[in-house]
């Protein structure tokens, strides 16, 4: 006997390069990149898993599924828990405007753009990339918004604000149409607020 333990069945070997929140955090990267770059079908554990410099059982210890992946990935991209309660926080006066600069903010920065191009691109022709479509951006943090407003049909409302906001999204960060494309981040926030404004508090 040389008296080594055996190894424990349930989770990888892992290196200690592997393990901590470095490693989910790898993981979490990319994955985005993975998504956004692959969009939603073509992206595998195995590749995120390479791409992190992991191994594939990791992956799944620390997020199980693809779709586990997928919807922590853009989690981070809406971090809709910290989101609403600073949106609300000035009440219903400038909602509009507070919520169209926190958006295309989200799109500006290539780290959260990443894993809503993926989103984007993959909602058209995958249930899961619409589920979370439907889930990250309507639910929990439209619809929540409308529903702290104390407003009639507060889901219809958050549906017509989305349908807005993901409209521009679409051309000015996937088909890049211009001058949409290149126009200035506030320009658009400056024509899109007041419409934003009217979905969201008027009876």
Wanted: proline share 6%; glycine share 6%.
């Amino acid at each position: 006997m040389t008296g080594t333990a055996p190894r424990r069945r349930g989770r990888p070997a892992r290196k200690d390069s592997e393990t901590g929140p470095s490693a989910r955090q790898k993981i979490l990267e990319a994955a985005r990149t993975e998504f956004a770059a692959r969009g939603y079908d073509k992206t595998s554990i195995r590749g995120i898993a390479k791409a992190a410099g992991v191994d594939p059982a990791l992956v799944h210890h620390y997020f199980g599924t693809k779709d586990d992946v997928f919807e922590a990935a853009v989690e981070v991209s809406f971090e809709p828990a910290l989101v609403v309660p600073t949106l609300l926080a000035g009440g219903p006066e400038g909602i509009g405007e507070r919520l169209a600069r926190y958006f295309i903010s989200v799109w500006e920065n290539p780290a959260t753009r990443a894993p809503l191009l993926a989103i984007i691109r993959s909602a058209l022709t995958h249930e899961t990339a619409a589920k979370v479509l439907r889930t990250f951006v309507l639910r929990r943090l439209l619809e929540r918004i409308a529903e702290e407003l104390d407003v009639p049909d507060p889901t219809f409302r958050a549906e017509l604000a989305a349908s807005h906001m993901i409209g521009i999204a679409f051309l000015r960060y996937v088909i890049k149409a211009e001058p949409l494309a290149s126009a200035d981040g506030e320009a658009i926030v400056a024509m899109v607020a007041p419409t934003i404004q009217r979905y969201l508090t008027e009876a």
